[in-house]
């Protein structure tokens, strides 16, 4: 990835360009020392002169968008007042001296309710919408050059001298300060989707940190003073600007791409909605727009590389095809997976599958489209005018999910995930609460998962069938936890996991976690037996791939990792679970043993075991347990085999589960009220066999019996009132109890002749 | 000082080429080093030849310093600059800094402007040229403001003779828009002009007059070209005329040059025989000293021999054996004798000396043989043979000079 610079020979300002920013409807405004406003279009062409000020601007901040809010802008002037001008240029409120020496940044809160000035003074003041002066967060003595809100709207944080802090602007909660540079720090920006911040400073270096302070990447020294730094909106990359420099960077430090425009320092970068332009004030006067062009993907066999801004050239490596696809605008974002390639440019969407590239869907968009979310079936996408919409493949919109304070503009590609059937999204206002929404419908399902903290990447598989549908998701403290989605259950299954991906094609679940790569070749089997979880798990080791990874893609038995240098990584796995998946999809055991045979691999075998007790194909079960000398379950299967009806069967089947309840269920509606006493009486919940023997008014005193023989075999007293109770009212008789229960058994076996 | 200041002035100094990051912040407290090394830098910028002490070490070097900067900019650049917040270093020395940095900026903009370059390189490369072409250009304009100046200077210096001619003239112009119902001014007009136009027509007559002059000289001079000329034409036909006649004593004079001629060569013939002759003879007579000395020793030789024998004489009885000792003794002298008696042999002997003496020799003159032979019959009287070579000098010459001509 890289930008193309795109920049006027002749400077339309005569002074320093101060500050730039785009307006909700992709429109870029600049202030400069020249002391006018200039409008610019997207395509890097000046439009017009909007208006003249009376005192040098700063910096400026526009209203993020709410529906049906106008658009207003806030500029920040070099003596101490600052403005809001309408997007026509008309001062709607002029607000003087609202701090004592020049306003350095200005900021509006993401829901727009607030609006925050930090000045040369080191105070930081907190205003209204119409202009009010609500409360000073900071008064410090020396001059703050940059604040940001978080994205919770609760707390700022700011930059002056050498440090950056976190102050809530509520009273109670914990102030966090930490030395972040070497030098006097510039510039800051923390991205609401990713919650990480960048800063730079006059060390001439950047940094990332997470939210609480930490160091995730620092740049080495650059030749001069980082003036400016801003996250993309999607929080996947962000712009670092020098004096004759602009870089491309991704999330994790590494920087895609340098360039020098010859513009002077980039005093302030702004970054289109799209996240597609980003536009830099210069120090000499010009404007800079930077274009994200060279984009790639890769899918498979497939690449697709942007080429310009409305090229794609697609390399499919195993027929050796090439294709060239151009589009009459600029492509704004694109997205490959599950075989299809979904392009959108600036007012049209096209979807390609990957077989036939001469014939796309095309649909028209609204507006510009910032996030695209690919699933099997379905995939969704997310614009500038916070619509979010899903479509089939066949282009046709298929709903618009929508809750109650759904800020869209947070989301990126780790909070969403869509499948065949379910939407799963992190709720943006609350990250330990995922939501899910029926896709058809668009309305959320009943289930909600929570969690006890918070959630920061989560992805659901891709199977077809909705009952296998699982979700894995990664919270704050790096643990990783499985869930069924329709009936949520959440198990841990692995701590210190950098980075997870589901399989594309089938059930398997990778991860990276303490420089190993972890394999499920079958995550149900924690459903299952958690035993054959963990045996049907393959460990490699990935120390190379160093540490915080991210998995990009797991296609077929490939995973490829980027590193945190920004190096892909390519890590393999057994090709055989993938087979045996084939075969069991086809019900075809036979061929699934051969092949564990063939390959004689413990975690093969307990892979086949889970499947084959999931699907209770009970011979394959005993054969597979046997091959991995699980002795006293195979001795249990033999059992259930012995059972002579298909509702004992599967209650059995449900017990070896670990699922008592499903098991006395099963029982029950069978009417086998004899078997689900037994069950419980085996399980010693006394009360439970004495409940379900009094509901269906049989084997009372068979339950009665059993307690008595249990009592005197470990010589106790009665201790349950109600058998108190019922042993004086209930007298038992062990041989008529044997013959009940003998004739119970022969009824049953009777019964499924 | 502000922040937009401090910033603008990073900014500029960045983009002018500063040789360290200036920290927004590094203004904050006094900070005089800093301030002193970018006003030099600028200085040094501004004019490489300025002469300014770089040396702050003590507060009156400072005072220096500074003083020396502000004169500079105040005279070079015409940019006041405050001496007494820059010495302060502080937040307001930057504004003054400020200054000077954008005007420096500008400079640089409005060149980049102007070439439209984005290499650097390059554009500084075109600078020097186009910078050479305007030295040419400033020269020039140099020099032609200097004449200028001279040329006002001396107009100047007439300003004085000439402000009374203005007064009169203005004065009768005043007088005359005062009277214009007098007509004396008018007259005094008319007056002056007919003087002009009467000096002018004397002097025109005048004119005619040294024409009518010229003309007649002329005609004179014309006159005298002509005479000359004819003057000379008949000199050259004379000339022409004494060339084709002949003398007649030419011949005459002609075969006596040619007898002279012959003359001098027999006489370098006879004078080189001369030279050759008196060469022999010192041979000769070198030759003749050898023999001499070698026949000195023989006599001794023999006189030994002979007082030996006399002694041995006496000694033996046997006259056999002395007759054969002296016969011995006496053919070895005879041989001896004929081996070098030049002198008393007969004279067809020496001849045949002579002859082969000759040959070895003669390779120098072989014509001169039968010359040589003559001589050397005539060599016991001399004289005569000296006649008879003259006499035949005198036939060859005869013979010689028909075939010389």
């Known amino acids: 990835m890289r930008f193309k610079i795109k920049r006027l020979e002749r400077s339309k300002h005569s002074d320093i360009c101060s500050s730039v920013g785009w307006s909700n409807s992709g429109e870029l405004f600049s202030v400069s020392d020249d002391l006018t406003v200039l409008k610019w279009d997207i395509n890097g062409e000046f439009d017009s002169k909007i208006m003249e000020i009376d005192v040098p601007v700063v910096d400026m901040d526009w209203l993020p968008s709410g529906k049906g809010a106008n658009e207003v802008v806030a500029l920040a002037c070099a003596d101490g007042s600052f403005k809001l001008v309408s997007k026509a240029g008309r001062v709607e409120k002029s607000i003087s001296e609202a701090h004592a020496s020049a306003i350095i940044s200005i900021k509006w809160s993401y829901e727009g309710a607030a609006l925050a000035t930090a000045g040369e003074d080191g105070q930081i003041k907190i205003w209204s919408r119409g202009g009010m002066l609500r409360s000073a967060v900071v008064q410090s003595s020396k001059p703050i050059y940059g604040l940001i809100w978080s994205p919770e709207n609760d707390s700022i944080l700011y930059a002056s001298d050498k440090n950056l802090t976190i102050i809530p602007t509520l009273p109670?909660?914990?102030?966090?300060?930490?030395?972040?540079?070497?030098?006097?720090?510039?510039?800051?920006?923390?991205?609401?989707?990713?919650?990480?911040?960048?800063?730079?400073?006059?060390?001439?270096?950047?940094?990332?940190?997470?939210?609480?302070?930490?160091?995730?990447?620092?740049?080495?020294?650059?030749?001069?003073?980082?003036?400016?730094?801003?996250?993309?909106?999607?929080?996947?990359?962000?712009?670092?600007?020098?004096?004759?420099?602009?870089?491309?960077?991704?999330?994790?430090?590494?920087?895609?791409?340098?360039?020098?425009?010859?513009?002077?320092?980039?005093?302030?970068?702004?970054?289109?909605?799209?996240?597609?332009?980003?536009?830099?004030?210069?120090?000499?006067?010009?404007?800079?727009?930077?274009?994200?062009?060279?984009?790639?993907?890769?899918?498979?066999?497939?690449?697709?590389?942007?080429?310009?801004?409305?090229?794609?050239?697609?390399?499919?490596?195993?027929?050796?095809?090439?294709?060239?696809?151009?589009?009459?605008?600029?492509?704004?974002?694109?997205?490959?997976?599950?075989?299809?390639?979904?392009?959108?440019?600036?007012?049209?969407?096209?979807?390609?599958?990957?077989?036939?590239?001469?014939?796309?869907?095309?649909?028209?968009?609204?507006?510009?489209?910032?996030?695209?979310?690919?699933?099997?079936?379905?995939?969704?996408?997310?614009?500038?005018?916070?619509?979010?919409?899903?479509?089939?493949?066949?282009?046709?919109?298929?709903?618009?999910?929508?809750?109650?304070?759904?800020?869209?503009?947070?989301?990126?590609?780790?909070?969403?995930?869509?499948?065949s059937d379910v939407l799963a999204m992190i709720d943006p206002s609350n990250p330990k609460v995922v939501r899910i929404f029926d896709i058809i419908s668009g309305r959320p399902s009943n289930v909600t998962i929570e969690h006890s903290t918070e959630i920061i990447e989560m992805d659901v598989n891709q199977v077809e069938m909705s009952s296998e549908r699982k979700m894995a998701f990664i919270d704050s403290n790096r643990d990783m936890f499985l869930t069924m989605v329709h009936k949520p259950e959440i198990i841990k299954i692995s701590s210190i996991v950098d980075s997870f991906q589901w399989n594309d094609g089938n059930d398997m679940l990778a991860c990276i976690a303490d420089g190993k790569l972890l394999t499920w070749f079958y995550p149900n089997a924690v459903y299952v037996d958690r035993d054959l979880m963990t045996k049907a798990m393959a460990v490699k080791d990935a120390s190379d791939v160093g540490k915080l990874a991210q998995m990009l893609t797991f296609n077929g038995n490939i995973c490829s990792v980027r590193r945190l240098d920004g190096s892909l990584a390519t890590l393999s796995i057994s090709p055989y679970p993938k087979i045996l998946y084939e075969y069991v999809d086809k019900a075809d055991f036979e061929k699934a043993i051969r092949l564990c045979r063939f390959v004689k691999e413990q975690t093969l075998w307990a892979c086949l075991a889970a499947m084959s007790i999931y699907c209770r194909e009970l011979n394959t079960v005993e054969i597979s347990l046997a091959a991995i000398d699980e002795a006293d379950k195979v001795q249990f299967i033999n059992y259930i085999k012995d059972l002579p009806s298909e509702p004992s069967r599967n209650a059995a089947l449900a017990l070896y589960c670990k699922k008592i309840q499903e098991a006395e269920q099963i029982l029950l509606q069978a009417r086998l009220y004899y078997r689900a006493i037994k069950m419980n009486i085996k399980l010693f919940r006394w009360e439970r066999a004495l409940d379900v023997a009094l509901q269906n008014k049989s084997h009372v005193d068979t339950v009665i019996a059993y307690r008595q023989r249990f009592l005197q075999q470990y010589q106790k007293e009665e201790d349950i009132e109600k058998f108190k109770q019922y042993s004086k009212e209930i007298a038992f008789d062990w041989d008529t109890v044997k013959k009940k229960i003998r004739s119970d058994k022969d009824k049953e076996a009777a019964a499924n002749q | 000082m502000s922040y937009r200041e401090l910033r603008n002035f990073c900014e500029i100094m960045r983009a002018l080429g500063y040789h360290r990051n200036i920290s927004i912040e590094n203004f904050k407290d006094p900070n005089f080093e800093l301030v002193a090394d970018i006003l030099y830098w600028f200085a040094l910028r501004y004019d490489p030849k300025a002469d300014i002490s770089d040396d702050i070490e003590e507060e009156k070097d400072r005072v220096l310093f500074i003083r020396s900067v502000c004169q500079l900019f105040a005279a070079k650049a015409r940019i006041t600059l405050n001496p007494k917040k820059l010495y302060e270093a502080q937040g307001f020395a930057v504004k003054e800094m400020l200054k000077v940095a954008q005007m420096m900026y500008k400079a640089m903009q409005s060149s980049q402007t102007t070439e439209d370059d984005e290499n650097a390189g390059a554009l500084m490369d075109f600078n020097m040229s186009s910078k050479l072409h305007d030295l040419k250009a400033a020269r020039q304009l140099a020099t032609e403001i200097t004449e200028s100046g001279a040329k006002l200077f001396d107009l100047l210096g007439q300003e004085k003779d000439l402000r009374e001619a203005r007064d009169k003239a203005l004065e009768f112009l005043d007088s005359i828009s005062?009277?214009?119902?007098?007509?004396?001014?008018?007259?005094?007009?008319?007056?002056?002009?007919?003087?002009?136009?009467?000096?002018?027509?004397?002097?025109?007559?005048?004119?005619?007059?040294?024409?009518?002059?010229?003309?007649?000289?002329?005609?004179?001079?014309?006159?005298?070209i002509k005479r000359r000329k004819i003057e000379l034409e008949r000199a050259e036909k004379r000339m022409k005329g004494i060339e084709n006649v002949k003398p007649e004593y030419q011949e005459e004079y002609e075969r006596l040059e040619a007898e002279l001629e012959r003359f001098y060569m027999i006489y370098v013939e006879k004078f080189s025989n001369i030279d050759y002759l008196e060469y022999e003879l010192d041979r000769y007579n070198l030759q003749e000293e050898k023999r001499r000395k070698e026949d000195q020793k023989v006599i001794e030789n023999l006189q030994n021999n002979q007082r030996r024998a006399e002694e041995i004489f006496n000694d033996e009885d046997d006259d056999e054996a002395n007759k054969k000792q002296k016969d011995k003794l006496f053919n070895e002298m005879r041989e001896t004798r004929t081996g070098f008696g030049a002198k008393g042999q007969p004279p067809g002997k020496n001849g045949n000396y002579k002859q082969g003496a000759h040959v070895a020799e003669g390779e120098l003159q072989p014509e001169d043989d039968d010359d040589e032979d003559d001589e050397d019959v005539g060599d016991d009287d001399e004289d005569e043979g000296d006649d008879n070579d003259g006499d035949q000098v005198d036939d060859d010459q005869e013979e010689g000079s028909d075939h010389d001509f």
């Open chain 2, 178 to 224: 005062r009277n214009l119902d007098t007509n004396t001014e008018q007259q005094y007009i008319e007056k002056c002009i007919r003087n002009i136009i009467d000096q002018q027509t004397r002097k025109m007559n005048e004119m005619e007059d040294t024409v009518k002059q010229l003309r007649m000289d002329e005609g004179e001079l014309d006159s005298k």
């Open chain 1, 172 to 419: 109670g909660n914990k102030q966090v300060q930490w030395k972040a540079h070497d030098g006097v720090v510039l510039g800051v920006d923390w991205n609401p989707g990713n919650n990480i911040i960048v800063s730079c400073g006059e060390d001439c270096k950047y940094r990332v940190w997470d939210q609480y302070g930490r160091q995730l990447y620092c740049s080495s020294a650059y030749d001069h003073v980082i003036t400016s730094i801003k996250w993309a909106p999607n929080g996947d990359y962000f712009a670092v600007g020098s004096f004759e420099m602009l870089r491309l960077c991704d999330k994790s430090g590494w920087s895609y791409s340098f360039h020098k425009p010859t513009s002077g320092s980039i005093m302030k970068l702004s970054w289109s909605h799209d996240g597609t332009v980003v536009s830099g004030a210069g120090g000499n006067g010009s404007v800079v727009f930077g274009y994200i062009v060279d984009r790639q993907l890769s899918w498979a066999h497939i690449e697709a590389v942007l080429d310009e801004d409305n090229k794609i050239q697609v390399n499919d490596c195993l027929h050796e095809m090439n294709e060239d696809l151009d589009f009459r605008e600029r492509v704004v974002n694109m997205s490959m997976k599950h075989n299809h390639l979904v392009v959108c440019t600036t007012t049209q969407c096209y979807v390609y599958n990957v077989m036939n590239w001469s014939s796309p869907f095309v649909f028209d968009v609204k507006d510009s489209i910032y996030l695209i979310v690919q699933g099997a079936k379905y995939f969704a996408l997310i614009d500038a005018s916070q619509n979010f919409i899903i479509y089939n493949y066949e282009g046709k919109l298929i709903s618009t999910p929508k809750f109650q304070g759904l800020r869209v503009e947070f989301l990126n590609a780790r909070h969403l995930s869509l499948s």
